[in-house]
């Protein structure tokens, strides 16, 4: 059998919640105990194979390497900030698909940035992974062992005091987490388990472009994660040529949906306006947005262009970002500009793939 086919055949073990990684090792004769520290091993210590597990019983090490695997990607490159605290990652997956995961360190917290695919079909007209087009969904032990890596990344960091944790995941790197909705759920089920991870709830952010009914369906399953809403623009003409994927799920159909989610779980949702100069920056724009989500508990979240080869927008001047800001806290919405990381490394989703993709072209015979 061709050593991919018995690859795939095998257990990702980073793609089991607890439950079922207990209930696997109880199938195969081993104790509580021994489920509870593989679980340790994995997502406590972010172990990188069954070598070093030294207090599994041995059969069960021998189990774990004939039957199940741990999905590590290979870091293809990586860049760090001049700032030394946004660290970009190029990991190469099983099949040779590229996706990125960011590490943002800030003064209380880090933060990691993780993909749900390799690319993104929606195509949005600003973003480089829009530009770039789909490959494929990520499993949950993708997405999971995104984690893992980055918490394996603080160890040491701190010297010889504690280890720094990974506090906080945002489901903002490449792809649209609904579109790949089993898969993420069981991701974020994996990552807030307490005794793994233990990433909190609240500091679970999931960033969707605008798939009605994902949104629905997180609101019916009262799933236990923040929603921030791509909006970008508040008409739907204007939308739609920002964002394709407004075609086929309109604005007001959207804005239905963000009511009925915010309703049905009592939640407020978070919607992301990036800035383009002279597209939808102006006063008249501000109010639109206002008006639009009015009566909703909203957080607006004003987000700088990051520049792209294939987008010919510019960044709105700071004089229009102040006046945006001013006009939407004049109608009580709570407005925040998010903090420009990692500018000098592309850090904006999928600028790094796109360079190592074109330095590649460029050195093809």
Same mark, same amino acid.
């Given at each position: 059998?061709?050593?991919?086919?018995?690859?795939?055949?095998?257990?990702?073990?980073?793609?089991?919640?607890?439950?079922?990684?207990?209930?696997?090792?109880?199938?195969?004769?081993?104790?509580?105990?021994?489920?509870?520290?593989?679980?340790?091993?994995?997502?406590?210590?972010?172990?990188?194979?069954?070598?070093?597990?030294?207090?599994?019983?041995?059969?069960?090490?021998?189990?774990?390497?004939?039957?199940?695997?741990?999905?590590?990607?290979?870091?293809?490159?990586?860049?760090?900030?001049?700032?030394?605290?946004?660290?970009?990652?190029?990991?190469?997956?099983?099949?040779?698909?590229?996706?990125?995961?960011?590490?943002?360190?800030?003064?209380?917290?880090?933060?990691?940035?993780?993909?749900?695919?390799?690319?993104?079909?929606?195509?949005?007209?600003?973003?480089?992974?829009?530009?770039?087009?789909?490959?494929?969904?990520?499993?949950?032990?993708?997405?999971?062992?995104?984690?893992?890596?980055?918490?394996?990344?603080?160890?040491? %960091?701190?010297?010889?005091?504690?280890?720094?944790?990974?506090?906080?995941?945002?489901?903002?790197?490449? !792809?649209?987490?609904?579109?790949?909705?089993?898969?993420?759920?069981?991701?974020?089920?994996?990552?807030?388990?307490?005794?793994?991870?233990?990433?909190?709830?609240?500091?679970?952010?999931?960033?969707?472009?605008?798939? %009605?009914?994902?949104?629905?369906?997180?609101?019916?399953?009262?799933?236990?994660?923040?929603?921030?809403?791509?909006?970008?623009?508040?008409?739907?003409?204007?939308?739609?040529?920002?964002?394709?994927?407004?075609?086929?799920?309109?604005?007001?159909?959207?804005?239905?949906?963000?009511?009925?989610?915010?309703?049905?779980?009592?939640?407020?949702?978070?919607?992301?306006?990036?800035?383009?100069?002279?597209?939808?920056?102006?006063?008249?724009?501000?109010?639109?947005?206002?008006?639009?989500?009015?009566?909703?508990?909203?957080?607006?979240?004003?987000?700088?262009?990051?520049?792209?080869?294939?987008?010919?927008?510019?960044?709105?001047?700071?004089?229009?970002?102040?006046?945006?800001?001013?006009?939407?806290?004049?109608?009580?919405?709570?407005?925040?500009?998010?903090?420009?990381?990692?500018?000098?490394?592309?850090?904006?989703? !999928?600028?790094?793939?796109?360079? %190592?993709?074109?330095?590649?072209?460029?050195?093809?015979?």
């Amino acid at each position: 059998m061709p050593a991919t086919a018995v690859a795939s055949s095998k257990i990702d073990l980073f793609g089991l919640t607890r439950d079922e990684l207990f209930a696997l090792v109880a199938a195969w004769g081993f104790s509580a105990a021994s489920a509870a520290r593989l679980w340790r091993y994995l997502h406590r210590e972010a172990a990188t194979s069954v070598d070093g597990m030294d207090e599994l019983p041995p059969r069960l090490q021998t189990q774990l390497a004939s039957h199940a695997r741990l999905e590590l990607p290979e870091v293809a490159g990586e860049n760090s900030s001049s700032d030394g605290l946004t660290r970009k990652y190029l990991l190469r997956l099983a099949g040779g698909h590229e996706i990125e995961t960011v590490r943002m360190r800030y003064r209380d917290r880090v933060t990691a940035c993780l993909s749900t695919q390799a690319g993104c079909a929606l195509g949005c007209v600003f973003c480089a992974t829009g530009q770039r087009g789909f490959d494929r969904n990520l499993t949950a032990g993708e997405i999971v062992a995104q984690a893992l890596h980055i918490q394996r990344s603080l160890f040491g %960091v701190t010297g010889s005091g504690p280890p720094e944790r990974l506090r906080n995941i945002v489901l903002m790197g490449m !792809g649209e987490p609904l579109l790949n909705y089993d898969a993420v759920m069981q991701a974020i089920d994996i990552l807030r388990d307490p005794a793994g991870l233990a990433i909190a709830n609240k500091r679970i952010t999931l960033s969707t472009v605008g798939v %009605v009914p994902g949104i629905v369906r997180l609101a019916d399953e009262a799933r236990p994660c923040s929603l921030a809403v791509s909006l970008h623009a508040a008409t739907q003409e204007q939308r739609a040529a920002l964002v394709p994927a407004a075609k086929t799920w309109p604005l007001d159909e959207l804005i239905e949906a963000c009511r009925y989610y915010t309703q049905k779980l009592d939640r407020r949702i978070f919607f992301e306006w990036t800035l383009i100069d002279g597209q939808n920056d102006s006063p008249e724009e501000a109010r639109c947005l206002a008006q639009l989500v009015r009566g909703m508990p909203a957080h607006i979240n004003l987000i700088p262009l990051n520049r792209t080869a294939g987008f010919d927008g510019q960044p709105t001047l700071s004089a229009a970002t102040t006046r945006f800001q001013a006009i939407l806290r004049e109608h009580g919405l709570p407005v925040t500009f998010r903090q420009r990381r990692g500018l000098d490394i592309a850090a904006g989703c !999928g600028q790094l793939a796109g360079a %190592v993709a074109n330095r590649a072209l460029a050195i093809t015979p």
